[in-house]
């Protein structure tokens, strides 16, 4: 009998350590429940301040990256601008020399003047040798209806690619680019070119491609040239003309206020202004500097002109017809005073739908590209000796 008791209770002793080791194993498993719990709080705290974090730093980055291209073209322009007043106090040097302390006779002053006249000439002449003028429009070809009426479409006239820009408008800021003129022909529509983007607007539809460079007219605050190179999409260089009343350089084409030409010799620029409102000034354009080089005061006027362009430094200007659709050159200036405008020849153009928005010569291949109420035509021209005149 003691012996039953004595197992009896050995039994409820180890039943009771028994107990005692369960609960304890449940506080310990609670704990750890919480713990863990407690570190999964923790975590997803953590894990929620980090993409916060992220997407602060991002935002910040991206602020950061639009400040330094905002700093870029600020410095940018201000390099240029830099540039322009260099280049416009180099040209004030030359052209105010220092007063002098005695008085100059007056026949000296003629005589040294003239001396300067005849070295620019001389200058000039230096870089000449083209004697070829327009004798007659051969034929006229049609290639396509693409853009609004007014515009201008133009291939490289210095050579330096067989692409076909189009600037479409007379207040736009995006050049559209086709590989080849079939290409051109064959397209549906400008979205099947590639698009330069240009920084501001240009003005009228005097522009010009030469060498794998866009030359435009920007009028903003000043009437501005910009020189734009089509391979790296970006503005190389920048000159504000000479501060002068400008007005449309054609009657027909208030748009306009310069137009910019390329013949054999280089680039010209064609523009009038208040001084001289009724007739047309030439200038010739350094393509280094973007300065002008010489001018002259043609006796062409302004009125009821559409357009002109150059050909070995001789200026056509072509003017409205009485007949509908139909165009002529009856005034040329030729800077080389090789041939004069009682001399040149009577020249009209094809029949066509309205008048020229811009007429663009290339040297290269001896054709003018039209621009006429949206049709791209190509004129073919013969030319001859200004000695067979």
Not at 77 to 87: L, Q, T, Y
Not at 212 to 239: G, M, P
Request: proline share 3%; charged share 25%.
């Amino acid at each position: 009998m003691r012996g039953l008791v004595v197992f009896v209770s050995a039994v409820c002793l180890a039943s009771a350590q028994h107990q005692a080791l369960i609960d304890y194993l449940e506080r310990r498993l609670l704990a750890i429940e919480d713990r863990i719990s407690l570190w999964h709080e923790q975590a997803t705290r953590y894990a929620s301040e980090l993409r916060e974090l992220k997407q602060h730093m991002v935002s910040q980055l991206e602020n950061l990256d639009k400040e330094k291209e905002t700093l870029r073209v600020s410095l940018d322009s201000m390099g240029m601008r830099v540039d322009r007043v260099e280049r416009e106090l180099d040209y004030l040097e030359t052209q105010n020399g220092a007063q002098p302390c005695v008085d100059v006779d007056d026949k000296l002053i003629e005589q040294q003047v003239t001396q300067v006249q005849e070295k620019q000439k001389t200058k000039y002449f230096k870089l000449t040798d083209c004697n070829d003028m327009l004798s007659t429009i051969k034929a006229m070809k049609i290639l396509k209806r693409l853009g609004g009426s007014k515009g201008m479409w133009t291939r490289d006239t210095g050579g330096g690619s067989g692409k076909v820009f189009i600037f479409n408008g007379t207040d736009e800021d995006t050049i559209f680019e086709f590989a080849t003129v079939q290409d051109f022909t064959r397209s549906h529509g400008l979205s099947e070119s590639r698009q330069l983007k240009l920084p501001s607007a240009w003005q009228g539809t005097g522009h010009i491609v030469y060498n794998n460079h866009a030359y435009l007219v920007i009028q903003e605050d000043e009437l501005t040239l910009v020189k734009y190179d089509l391979r790296n999409k970006s503005v190389v260089d920048s000159a504000v003309f000479p501060d002068q009343d400008y007005i449309p350089v054609y009657s027909l084409s208030p748009e306009t206020v310069m137009d910019l030409a390329v013949d054999e010799e280089g680039l010209w620029v064609i523009y009038s202004t208040l001084q001289n409102e009724q007739h047309i000034t030439l200038a010739k354009i350094d393509t280094r500097s973007l300065s002008i080089e010489q001018t002259w005061d043609t006796s062409c006027p302004r009125q009821n002109a559409e357009a002109a362009f150059v050909i070995c430094g001789t200026l056509y200007v072509v003017y409205n017809s009485e007949q509908p659709g139909r165009s002529h050159v009856q005034c040329l200036f030729d800077v080389n005073d090789m041939v004069s405008n009682d001399d040149a020849p009577l020249i009209y153009f094809p029949k066509r739908y309205g008048a020229h928005a811009s007429l663009k010569y290339n040297p290269l291949e001896q054709l003018l590209y039209a621009w006429d109420d949206g049709f791209q035509i190509l004129y073919k021209l013969v030319m001859k000796k200004k000695l067979e005149v």
